[in-house]
Structures are given as C-alpha cells and as structure tokens.
C-alpha cells in the first residue's frame, strides 16, 4: 500500500487494530483535515472538534501563523542539542518568562516530562534549599489526579486501569482529596518533610472537577506558610482554555476583572503543555523563579530535543496568537453563554444532570451509571450530527473545542447538543 493512497475509515481503523498498541479506546472516526474549529473524516464530512486534543489545539486546527513558523524554522534549522547554543530558544525563554511573570524556563517536550521535570525540581530545592534530609522529601498530590503515563506519575495515580501491573511504584508521594483544603492542612501540620503539592487548578481528565472558590488561593497560602512549593500543572487548564491566561491567573491579565484567585495563586512552579505549540508540535515547560529554578545545574537534567529551535519559533507564535486574538476573553464569553444555554436545557432534561467547567473547560454529567454505555452511545449520536466529543470517566463528557470560536457557531453547536439530547430522554 502506498503511503499517499487515500484510506477509508474502515481500512484506517484496521491498520491501528492490527499494528498499534493497544493503548487507546478512539471514536470510530478518522479524521484527515483540521482548520480552525473544524476537522474533516477521510470522506469530507466536516465536524466541530469539541476535544481539541485536550486542549492541544486552543488557537484551532492549523493555525496560519503558528504552521507558517513552524514551516519556516523547519527550513532554516530543526534540531541542534543542547550540546550547542541555538538562536531561538533564548528568545522563546525570554518571551515566555516575561508572558508568565517568572525568571526561568526549562524546555521540554510531553506534558508528562515537565510535570517530571517540576518533581525533580521539587525534590532537589527540598534537599540544597530547605533542608530536608536526603531521600525524605515528600509531595503530595491529589486523588483522582492526572498528570501524564511515565511510571513516577502512574505510581500517584488513583486510577487503576492507570496503574495496575506497573508496580513497584515510585516512593515520596501522599494522596489526599482535591479541593480537601483540611486534609492539606493535615498533611502540612503532621509532617516536616513535605517539599511541595501538586495540583491540577480544575481537574480536566478526572472529569472537568471545579474546586471551591477560593480553594486555590488558600491551598497557595497553606504552602508559603509551611514553606512548600505549589506546582500547578497546568498542562490542560493553561493557555486561555479557562478563560484567563491561567486558571491560576499568575501573571494574568485577562479580562475577567471579577476573577477572585487573581493575582494570590502564582504558582511556585508553573507546568505547561499541550496548547504551548497550539497542538503543531510537542512543547512543554516547567517555569519558576531563580531561588527555585536554580537547584538545577549542568547535568542534573535534559532532553535532546527540549527546547530545540522548531519548538521555540512554534510556541513564540502560539503564545503570540492568544493574546492576538484574545481568546482568553473569547473562552471566558463564550463559556458563560455555553453554561447558560445548557443550563436552560438541563431544567426539563432526565438524561442530562448537570453541566459544570471554566471558560470552555466544562463537562456534562449524563444520567446513568458510571459503568453504562448511554454517553458513549450520545458521543456516537454527536459525531452523526457533526460535532465529535468523548467521555471522559464513564457517564461525563467533556466540551472543549477550539478557543476560536465564534459566538454563532457555538450557538450551532448547543444546538446540535441539545438537539441531540433530545433523542435520548
Ligand atoms: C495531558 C496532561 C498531561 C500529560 O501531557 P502529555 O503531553 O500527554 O504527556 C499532564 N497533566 C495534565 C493536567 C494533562 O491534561
């Protein structure tokens, strides 16, 4: 078969079948084309992508000026080492450091290499800054937390599927619930030892889980008063997705002037990924300050393609792109619209409980058992009248298109949702 030969779906699903592992459970379809808000399947039929490759894709689907960087770039120079000195990534650290209100960035690729990467970071300020003797150090993270699939993030993970037969697990970590601010407390005043805590500002793969107003920002406080480091992993709630610049608002300057976590919540390391490329390419980073960031030295960390120039030019533009187009205010205007129009739904709604998320982070939770195949079967329906979503944890979907969207096509799209709802009641 031809590399270029154009494959049906069905031909498509069979290849990954026969030669793939077997990692991922996809929406029977098979897309070919992205622009904007919009993917195409290999027979033109054209959806809304309402995933966006959890949140990979916030400036949509090929984005002109991010492809038109990452093009010219790839023609100029792609891949140095670190073994040299390039001329973007000193540009890229500056720009990003100066966006995101820190001193420092370190430069990787997958979201689970920086939230890697803010562990050992983590781990080594514990030990050389505020003494905690050597192989203590603990952090804690939260239950139900997702922070990628490497065998230190598996080992602090509450879900079995994630973990199970990946054993012998990585020591140094204490689970407590999320949005528990009692059980941080508690962790903090009975252990000397603790170096940081870990968090996801609004729980995205879990299933789109909004903590208490508030609980960020007093989570923040609770650390600086036990003099231990808040990171917050920001991989999938970061770059305008929930209508800020952050969901821990950091160095914001959206236009939510009401947002009460602002501007408190600066997270001691910030952990970025997914839209830091616009979902062109992959690039993530861990960002912090000289008295954090400097424990790392020549050799105690690296990546041979961590912040090589393709990566630099790309995520310059991608950053570029969302205050250009402002889509943290489109997110932030656009989710509220989204959660109202849902709202009015689910009043007279049995399948459909309720909706809940920031900006256009947000989930609907479906009326029936966890373990049911009714918000599977909705997904289905919803690719049938052209808008492709997944569930994420048996009966919650999760809505996360692209941050471009226009207000008149989100209007279609609730449509399509409720229009589709409509035939499950
Ligand atoms: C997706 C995600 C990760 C992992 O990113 P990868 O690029 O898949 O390694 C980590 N944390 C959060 C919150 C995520 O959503």
């Known amino acids: 078969m031809a590399i270029l030969e154009q494959l049906t779906s069905q031909q498509a699903i069979e290849l ?15 897309l070919s084309r992205g622009e904007g808000v919009y993917v195409w399947d290999v027979d033109g039929k054209r959806y809304y992508d309402f995933l966006s490759a959890y949140s990979a894709v ?25 073994a040299f000195y390039n001329d973007m990534l000193g540009k890229y650290e500056k720009y990003a450091c100066e966006y995101f209100g820190f001193d420092k960035l370190l430069p990787m690729n997958s979201g689970a290499e920086a939230v890697e990467a803010a562990i050992k970071i983590c781990r080594k300020w514990a ?25 230190t993030i598996v080992s602090f993970s509450s879900d079995n599927v994630a973990n199970k037969n990946f054993g012998p697990y990585a020591d140094g970590f204490i689970n407590i619930d999320y949005n528990d601010l009692d059980a941080l407390e508690n962790v903090l005043k009975t252990h000397s030892n603790i170096a940081g805590f870990l968090v996801e500002p609004i729980q995205g793969e ?37 209508g800020r610049l952050l969901a821990t608002c950091g160095n914001c300057t959206c236009a939510n002037k009401d947002c009460s976590e ?146 008149e096509q989100l209007l279609d799209c609730v449509s399509i949702i409720t229009k589709t709802l409509q035939a499950f009641e």
């Not at 003797?133 to 993270?141: D, F, M, R």
């Not at 889980?209 to 991989?235: R, T």
């Not at 989204?338 to 947000?362: D, M």
């Not at 329906?381 to 994420?392: F, I, Q, S």
């Open 262 to 407: 602002a501007p408190d919540v600066k997270p001691d390391i910030l952990i970025l990924g997914k839209a830091l490329s616009g979902g062109v390419y992959p690039v993530s980073a861990a960002l912090a300050n000289n008295n954090i960031m400097g424990v790392l030295t020549p050799g105690t960390h690296g990546s041979t393609f961590g912040g090589n120039p393709m990566a630099a030019a790309v995520a310059i533009a991608a950053l570029e792109v969302i205050k250009e187009e402002k889509l943290a205010e489109n997110a932030d205007k656009l989710g509220k619209l989204f959660r109202s129009k849902l709202n009015k739904y689910i009043e007279t709604s049995n399948i459909c409980k309720l909706v809940r998320g920031k900006g256009l982070l947000n989930a609907i939770v479906i009326n029936d058992t966890e373990d049911s195949d009714t918000a599977w079967n909705i997904c289905l329906a919803l690719r049938d009248n052209g808008l492709l979503a997944k569930p994420t944890h048996g009966n919650i979907i999760r809505f996360a298109p692209p941050l471009v969207m226009t207000e």
């Open 58 to 82: 916030n400036q949509g689907h090929c984005h002109p000026k991010i492809v038109g960087a990452l093009i010219k770039q790839a023609q100029t120079l792609t891949l140095t080492s670190r």
């Open 16 to 30: 990954e079948k026969n030669y793939g592992s077997n990692t991922y459970h996809p929406l029977p379809v098979v």
């Open 127 to 151: 030990y050389e800054v505020k003494g905690i003797k050597e192989n203590a150090a603990k952090i804690i993270v939260c239950n139900k937390n997702f922070h990628g699939r490497t065998t």
């Open 206 to 242: 879990a299933g789109v889980y909004v903590p208490d107003e508030g609980y960020l920002m007093k989570a923040k406080a609770l650390c600086k008063q036990y003099n231990v480091l808040f990171i917050a992993d920001e991989v999938q709630t970061g770059i305008a997705r929930t």
